[in-house]
């Protein structure tokens, strides 16, 4: 994609979904955190189902901590991982309340450094609550951004920093949920739905197509 495409690409996401949101059920900067860390490798429907009911009973760090790892499990046992992730969100509540006065931080080195919070994790959360201009380069962004030609690479980390790199100014804070729809939704992994893509003449696959 050319920089003018690039324009249009995202001036044409941007009409059809003017303020984007994130598919994960919230009510918190915690109850975000929380959602983000349950949700690698499982469905944002699948987390939120789980969610429902953990959040009802612990929506803070500490009646969080206070349900324990087992109660934790018990909430989110259909999510795939649920095991290593209760750990690491029982975890995650003791270091917030011991290190942050119950606080998310608003800090990358700060997330990263709480238990099952990595870069996209914190990438998430920083955008999300904090309306930092961040790239979470999920499946959907990678392919997204290697299929179109928007932001080639081969890493997750580098397809982040081709985005951030050409992506206008002005589309950044709201660029990455625009991304993950499209290819939840019409960029699809085995059978992208090009002849209904309204983006399809800036993609260098639709072009081809």
């Known amino acids: 994609m050319n920089r003018q495409q690039i324009d249009t690409f995202f001036q044409t996401l941007r009409a059809a979904n003017p303020q984007p949101q994130t598919e994960l059920a919230y009510s918190s900067v915690f109850e975000l955190l929380a959602a983000v860390l349950l949700s690698a490798q499982a469905t944002d ?3 939120n189902k ?3 009911g953990l959040f ?5 760090p500490q009646k969080m901590l206070d349900l324990g790892v087992a109660g934790i499990e018990a909430h989110i046992k259909t999510i795939g991982l649920y095991r290593n992730k209760a750990k690491n969100l ?7 309340l011991e290190r ?3 606080q998310v931080p608003r800090e990358r080195e700060a997330l990263e450094a709480l238990p099952g919070v990595g870069r996209k994790t914190a990438n998430v959360v920083l955008n999300v609550a904090f309306g930092e201009a961040t790239m979470a380069v999920d499946t959907h962004i990678f392919r997204v951004s ?7 690479g081969k890493t997750p980390l580098a397809v982040e920093e081709a985005l951030l790199r050409r992506v206008p100014q002005t589309y950044l804070v709201d660029a990455h949920h625009w991304l993950i729809l499209h290819g939840r939704y019409v960029c699809q992994a ?15 696959t639709g072009r081809r197509t």
């Open 50 to 52: 789980a969610t429902r």
């Open 190 to 204: 085995r059978s992208p739905r090009c002849s209904e893509c309204a983006v399809a003449a800036c993609c260098d």
């Open 56 to 60: 009802s009973r612990a929506p803070t």
């Open 45 to 47: 429907v699948g987390v």
């Open 100 to 102: 942050h006065g119950g």
């Open 146 to 152: 290697n299929r179109t030609g928007l932001a080639p």
């Open 90 to 96: 029982h975890e995650t509540c003791r270091l917030l």
